[in-house]
């Protein structure tokens, strides 16, 4: 495949949007990948699962050789602890020693901080949280690590029951009560701001935003949210149980339920793509790592992650001075969370899923003819 961008008459609608991409080579590796879906099928299908087989090989390989050696890059050893092995939903679902998420003091759950990818920076601040799906046992622990990360949304990419099978407990019940937590939704005593007024507010703010003002396909595309529930809750401090709230403790936490994704499987591009959009509609602020977690917290999370993250990278300029080493930059982001927590993007088909994604949203948003 020829790994340089074909020559092509660029609309002038186009060119503005492009003059911010020629500092960091985004354009070309825009073009990369748009010119790898123009592919014949099966040269597309060998290189995408050749690349992929290679990150498997070199990471899995690793992790395996090191998840119990204290220290080691891919160690951890925390999640086999035997007082901790219960809180696995999966035994080979764990998060890396190095950017586990602890609630309390030094507790243990199944999470995983996920700092920007292929940044040059030492310490990265978390830009999400990979998590599992919380147990029955596990969910005032979830909680407690929303309030504690100050996160203001859950992304859910599975439903509770897939097959018959339990993929998470669910954490939203009318009313809940934990030690020093309580959460409680808010949709019936707040009509003004009921997720089905919020969902018109987004299609709204979609359809008439500057970012899509050339595009008028886009906004069709990415409200596509048929399957998706949007829920919000109070949270809040209490000073122990049954006793009064701690004083400006109160914070409100978006969840969007995205239940048309099947495990190991793809979602629809378009749909996708809306997740992306309202979630960033929802919570603006890149400064409060979003919560993603489908059943285990790699495959569909890993997905949606990548894709978020690389649409902000080529639409803003994301500082990441690693990435203009990479022509594929779908490969190298999922090699870089794969370092980060194992298992992102599970399946050659979500895989795939992105690298389409990516190409979709850019042609969206005009960077591609």
Request: hydrophobic share 40%; with cysteine; net charge neutral.
């Amino acid at each position: 495949m020829n790994q340089q961008p074909n020559a092509r008459h660029v609309p002038a609608a186009v060119q503005q949007r492009q003059l911010r991409l020629e500092n960091t080579r985004a354009q070309e590796q825009l073009d990369f990948v748009a010119d790898l879906l123009r592919q014949p099928l099966d040269t597309r299908a060998h290189y995408m699962s050749s690349t992929y087989k290679n990150i498997l090989d070199e990471l899995d390989t690793a992790s395996d050789q090191q998840i119990n050696v204290p220290g080691a890059p891919l160690a951890a050893v925390e999640s086999q602890r035997p007082e901790n092995k219960p809180l696995n939903r999966y035994s080979n679902v764990y998060p890396f020693d190095k950017n586990r998420v602890v609630v309390g003091d030094n507790g243990y759950i199944n999470a995983s901080a996920i700092a920007v990818p292929l940044s040059s920076q030492a310490t990265r601040d978390p830009a999400y949280i990979a998590a599992q799906g919380p147990l029955a046992h596990t969910v005032a622990d979830f909680w407690r690590m929303i309030h504690q990360h100050s996160t203001d949304l859950i992304i859910c990419l599975t439903k509770d029951q897939e097959n018959g099978r339990r993929k998470y407990n669910p954490y939203f019940a009318p009313s809940q009560h934990f030690p020093f937590l309580s959460t409680t939704p808010k949709t019936r005593n707040s009509p003004s701001t009921l997720p089905t007024a919020m969902l018109g507010a987004f299609r709204k703010h979609v359809e008439v935003g500057e970012r899509y003002r050339n595009h008028p396909g886009a906004p069709l595309a990415v409200t596509q949210i048929a399957n998706v529930v949007l829920r919000k809750f109070e949270v809040k401090v209490v000073q122990g149980p049954g006793q009064d709230v701690v004083e400006n403790s109160k914070r409100d936490v978006w969840q969007i339920d995205c239940l048309g994704w099947p495990d190991h499987g793809a979602l629809a591009v378009d749909e996708l793509l809306a997740v992306v959009e309202l979630a960033r509609f929802v919570s603006p602020s890149v400064r409060r790592p979003w919560v993603v977690h489908c059943s285990a917290g790699c495959g569909r999370t890993g997905t949606l992650i990548a894709v978020d993250f690389i649409t902000r990278y080529l639409e803003s300029g994301i500082r990441a001075p690693y990435f203009g080493d990479h022509n594929d930059l779908v490969a190298a982001t999922v090699t870089d969370l794969r370092s980060q927590r194992v298992l992102m993007v599970q399946t050659l088909v979500q895989f795939e899923l992105v690298y389409a994604a990516v190409a979709r949203y850019m042609e969206l948003m005009g960077y591609i003819a």
